[in-house]
């Protein structure tokens, strides 16, 4: 399987690679140290004394803190990271507050900031988001086609082979009963299931449901294969699952055949 780069260079799509690894890098991390980096080469803010502060108090009044963004510490990892990557740039004094932001959040805040900086980059994550989906169906497609060919290798074939047949073997093997069970005052559709236990099926099956259960009739069955011969016959009737639009006059039917 080719590399997202790889894929690139193969297919000639004409993108900056510099900024899609930033991009990418930027967005695989869950939250990121809104820096002045962010706001002046990113959003596109212009660099000036009250700059940050009125972007930090334009996020505080359009985002939630603690889902959105977050007042951390001098000491948190992601700030001793930034300044760790950008020594040309000092940390700031003690008394400056310093804000985390989602990635969620600064891809919005780009997108609505309608700088000439901001609109290039929000073009780059609209190409960015086009380029990956085509990636992921390429990945797709290439590990349907690798799946294709192990299928087609003659001892897997012999194993899948196999493991059909203990299947088999072991619902033809099990003995239990076909229920045929209704919704209380609703005689028209039926759930059509297999069970050793029938008790406790209907205690787990009721659970799940609002109305209270009634099993119309059962059939004792040597094997679960006839559960699932019967599910064949009523394709055409299936509404969900093991549930079938049937009467009863044709459960009936259906009993008197499979029990001979």
């Known amino acids: 399987m080719k590399t997202l780069l790889e894929y690139i260079d193969e297919h000639k799509i004409d993108i900056d690679r510099d ?11 869950e939250w990121i140290y809104f820096s002045k980096l962010y706001i002046h080469n990113w959003i596109g803010y212009k660099v000036g004394r009250n700059s940050h502060n009125n972007v930090v108090n334009d996020m505080k009044k359009k985002y939630i803190e603690g889902i959105d963004y977050k007042e951390v510490e001098k000491n948190h990892h992601l700030v ?16 400056k507050k310093f804000y985390i932001v989602s990635n969620k959040t600064f891809v919005v805040m780009l997108m609505r ?3 000439t900086t901001s609109i290039r980059y929000a073009e780059y994550f609209y190409h960015i988001h086009d380029l990956m989906i ?12 690798e799946f294709k060919a192990i299928y087609q290798l003659q001892h897997v074939r012999e194993y ?27 005689l028209n559709k039926f759930k059509i299931g297999w069970t050793t236990d029938l008790p406790m099926r209907m205690k787990a099956l009721q659970v799940s449901n609002w109305r209270d259960l009634m ?15 019967i599910h064949e016959e009523l394709v055409d009737s299936a509404i969900r699952g093991e549930w079938f639009d049937i009467s009863p006059p044709a459960i009936d039917d259906l009993i008197q055949r499979y029990s001979k």
């Open 19 to 29: 900024v899609l690894i930033k991009i990418l890098l930027m967005v695989n991390e």
């Open 113 to 115: 900031a309608k700088t």
């Open 80 to 95: 001793l990271e930034y300044f760790k990557a950008h020594p040309d740039e000092c940390i700031p004094s003690i008394n």
């Open 160 to 186: 899948t082979q196999l493991q059909n047949i203990k299947y088999l073997e072991l619902k033809s093997s099990r003995i239990g009963v076909v229920y045929f069970v209704h919704e209380n005052g609703v």
């Open 134 to 145: 085509k990636y992921y169906k390429y990945q797709a497609e290439f590990t349907k086609q």
């Open 215 to 229: 099993i119309y009739k059962t059939m004792f069955a040597e094997s679960q294969l006839i559960e699932a011969a």
